[in-house]
């Protein structure tokens, strides 16, 4: 395979499933797009240091993309788990070769063992500082680390506070004037216990930016990530006057291209309100719903919060003048008759169904020919050229019912099944309630990402909208469904064990039809219940502002 194909995208297409499999178990997969802009904001450099490495993900920027200069960056890494250094070193090696870079130069340097203890970096000063350091580790050497010189800022980080000891290290790391980028967990922007050392990173200035990346940011991390970037002050240099603060989750994002393209965008918009901020022009008004420069004065409160949402200003009665603000409730009433209307209206059966209806298992139904049951598979078609993305249906798009908003590699799941097709019924693997709903033709043609699964049927056997309307019986949730360790209060559905009431199909089509109205309906409720919350919230902003005032009638 080597001699046919790139050496690099078959290696980056085995990491790409590897990741995948080990997504769980504490490896990071994050797009390339949000390296590269930690890349951005930490550069530029000419020595790189990933204060926990993992498999390289966060040094390939370094290869990958050009620079000013020709000559590449001093790399250093280090990581206590051996597996994970070994592919790092095979992914940078390979690079390096396709560069034409020596392989055996003294510019690469990763080693084996834990950062924080065994510190095989300890005389180094580098330029930049980048990485994605553990999250929520309990025992990280606190008790070992109590008198160690890098606590410089703010002193010893609590036992509770990890992340803020790596944030020390990284900066311990850094020569004067030098940059860190470091993924975060949202929880290390107020957690009580880190007060005083957060107060000191804004007090001296060196904490320049904080922005908050969207849930799809990292694998496994349903509520996003914050990128800070802090920079070493150099001597006789006054603090600078404050922090850019970007909420990239409030970022409009067009939902019809690809996650890659997404992320692409939110770079390309962060890395210039970073460079507005360097060079002191101000927050562009277009950017002033996702972004703003805070003074030192203001972050330096009682709490000294630093997540981005409570920095940013909210934009939900601001958009509204009082004169539209006034017309919405007319609107809403509008939409509340129209719901009213559309209700579907049902008879009493004549003949009511009988209580002994036989039912069967999807799987049981798939053995039979009757229907076929397709998900996500990450078995390789072929790799030419693995780093292309397709739109990918998440679980989400099909709870929702909206277009595909996630990707998968160009070369899985070449067979035609893996796409979606007219009248395929999605049922998201994980869910709060058990969802399973036909296609939209927005959805037909994008393929499977990981957690859905489709039930495909014989449309002379079975008709898909009864189908999907039987599947969300309550009983079905007890039989099919376990709650799953990896989202709190969702369930994890067997697709197999689903059970379906077995009708001819003229009265399942019989029933399909009010069915499908009675889905339209249900959605456009749940619609107008979002467009009344929205309401709500814009009402009571502008009555405690007094942009309105409470009517005489």
């Known amino acids: ?54 498999t390289g993900t966060f040094l390939r920027p370094v290869l990958e993309e050009p620079t000013a200069s020709s000559v590449l960056p001093r790399i250093l890494g280090q990581d206590s788990r051996p597996e994970y250094v070994r592919i790092a070193l095979l992914r940078l090696m390979l690079l390096r070769q396709q560069a034409g870079v020596d392989p055996d130069g003294d510019d690469l340097s990763l080693h084996v063992g834990d950062p924080l203890l065994e510190n095989a970096f300890a005389e180094e000063g580098v330029d930049a500082v980048v990485g994605s350091p553990p999250h929520g580790l309990q025992d990280w050497g606190h008790d070992r680390l109590a008198f160690d010189p890098r606590w410089g800022y703010g002193g010893p980080p609590p036992r509770t506070e990890p992340e803020l000891a790596w944030v020390q290290y990284a900066l311990a790391h850094l020569k004067p004037g030098g940059r860190a ?7 290390a922007a107020g957690r009580p216990a880190g007060r005083r050392i957060r107060g000191e990173l804004v007090r001296r200035g060196i904490l320049r ?32 006057a404050g922090v850019l603060f970007v909420n990239g989750e409030a970022a409009p994002l067009d939902q019809r291209t690809t996650s890659r393209d997404r992320f692409e965008a939110l770079r390309r918009q962060v890395a210039a309100l970073w460079l507005s901020h360097l060079t002191g022009r101000g927050i562009p008004l277009s950017d002033s719903s996702v972004a703003r420069h805070v003074s030192l004065s ?12 409570r920095h940013v200003p909210h934009q939900d009665s601001a958009r509204y003048t009082p004169e539209a603000l006034s017309r919405l409730p007319d609107a809403i009433e509008a939409r509340l008759d129209a719901l009213k209307d559309a209700m579907p209206r049902l008879a009493r059966a004549s003949q009511p169904a009988s209580s002994d209806v036989s039912a069967a298992t999807l799987g049981d139904l798939s053995r039979t020919g009757a229907l076929s ?23 989400q798009d099909v709870i929702t019912g909206r277009p595909a908003s996630g990707s998968v590699p160009v070369g899985l799941n070449d067979e035609p099944t893996a796409r979606v097709q007219a009248r395929d019924i999605l049922v998201p693997a994980i869910a709060k309630t058990l969802v399973a709903r036909v296609a939209t033709d927005e959805q037909i043609g994008a393929r499977l990402g990981p957690g859905v699964h489709v039930v495909r049927v014989d449309p002379n056997l079975l008709d898909p909208w009864f189908v999907a309307s039987a599947l969300t019986r309550p009983e079905n ?18 697709v197999r064990r689903l059970h379906l009431p077995l009708l001819p199909i003229d009265a399942q089509r019989r029933r399909s039809e009010a069915l499908r ?7 456009e409720l749940a619609r107008t219940a979002e467009a009344g919350h929205e309401l709500a919230q814009a009402l009571t902003r502008a009555l405690v502002d007094g942009a309105l005032a409470p009517s005489d009638d």
């Open 298 to 309: 203001e972050l330096l409160d009682e709490e000294i919060d630093l997540t981005p949402r």
């Open 1 to 54: 395979m080597a001699s046919q194909e790139s050496r690099v995208g078959i290696l980056e297409h085995l990491h790409s499933q590897y990741a995948t499999a080990r997504g769980t178990a504490g490896l990071t997969a994050t797009p390339a797009a949000v390296a590269g802009l930690m890349l951005d904001l930490a550069g530029p450099a000419a020595s790189v240091l990933d204060v926990a490495c993992g």
């Open 517 to 523: 109205r009675l889905a339209r309906w249900e959605a």
């Open 373 to 395: 049951l397709h998900r996500y598979s990450a078995r390789a078609a072929h790799l030419d050229v693995p780093e292309q993305q397709e739109p990918a249906l998440t679980s």
């Open 181 to 187: 980028a470091l993924l975060m967990p949202p929880a």
């Open 209 to 240: 930016a904080v922005v908050a990346l969207p849930p799809t940011a990292t694998v496994g991390s349903s509520n996003g990530v914050h990128l800070w970037v802090l920079q070493r002050p150099e001597a006789a240099c006054a603090p600078e």
């Open 477 to 494: 949730a007890t039989k099919a469904a376990r709650t799953s360790a990896t989202a709190s209060g969702a369930l994890r559905i067997d």
